[in-house]
T-cell receptor
Framework: NAGVTQTPKFQVLKTGQSMTLQCAQD?????MYWYRQDPGMGLRLIYY???????DKGEVPNGYNVSRLNKREFSLRLESAAPSQTSVYFC???????????FGPGTRLTVL | QKEVEQDPGPLSVPEGAIVSLNCTYS??????FMWYRQYSRKGPELLMY??SSGNKEDGRFTAQVDKSSKYISLFIRDSQPSDSATYLC??????????WGAGTKLIIKP
């Protein structure tokens, strides 16, 4: 069991470039989440998918889009990257509701 | 004011000490409380999960919830250098979304 995997691990972008962060889970979980983590800010929810076929905005959705490709995969897209999007991005999954969330190893993104 | 407040530290203690980590929160509707541990350059991993008030013990770790004071604590007994990490508290809010503290960086000195 790999749990939650994320690609890439590191990425450097120039302002205005686009990219997609990939996330996959092999735990047959219903719900998946994208967070960003910045120093002193804790984890902030960007988007989540409560179940396959649904997506909802979290606390900080501006500048991002998501796709729940199937039950296993949930991608995060930055259409036009900005320096304010420099952060560490974590994907997580759970069965939903009050169930534990399991996290991937993160993607470190720098936007110049 | 943030919904969940957590001192960012760092908190530095000698090996073998008892460590106390704390969070306060403002929303009395929170019922589920979690502590996650995050090693440097890794994702958070669940350490303790409690429901409502009271204590829960797991090995050297004890989670305590005081709903009347809106205060949760994590105690680590006989602390080890391997406990050095950032500890994040989290609570389940509306729509089952997690509300996070900023995390406390803990350093255990050998």
């Amino acid at each position: 069991n790999a749990g939650v995997t994320q690609t890439p691990k590191f990425q450097v972008l120039k302002t205005g470039q686009s990219m997609t962060l990939q996330c996959a889970q092999d735990m047959n979980h219903n719900s998946m989440y994208w967070y960003r983590q910045d120093p002193g800010m804790g984890l902030r929810l960007i988007y989540y998918s409560a179940s396959e076929g649904t997506t909802d905005k979290g606390e900080v959705p501006n500048g991002y889009n998501v796709s729940r490709l199937n039950k296993r995969e949930f991608s995060l897209r930055l259409e036009s990257a900005a320096p304010s999007q420099t952060s560490v991005y974590f994907c997580a999954s759970s069965q939903g509701g009050t169930d534990t969330q399991y996290f991937g190893p993160g993607t470190r993104l720098t936007v110049l | 004011q943030k919904e969940v407040e957590q001192d960012p530290g760092p908190l530095s203690v000698p090996e073998g000490a008892i460590v106390s980590l704390n969070c306060t929160y403002s929303n009395s509707a929170f019922q589920y409380f979690m502590w996650y541990r995050q090693y440097s350059r890794k994702g958070p991993e669940l350490l303790m999960y409690t429901y409502s008030s009271g204590n829960k013990e797991d090995g050297r770790f004890t989670a305590q919830v005081d709903k009347s004071s809106k205060y949760i604590s994590l105690f680590i007994r006989d602390s080890q250098p391997s406990d050095s990490a950032t500890y994040l508290c989290a609570m389940i809010g509306s729509n089952y979304q997690l509300i996070w503290g900023a995390g406390t960086k803990l350093i255990i000195k050998p």
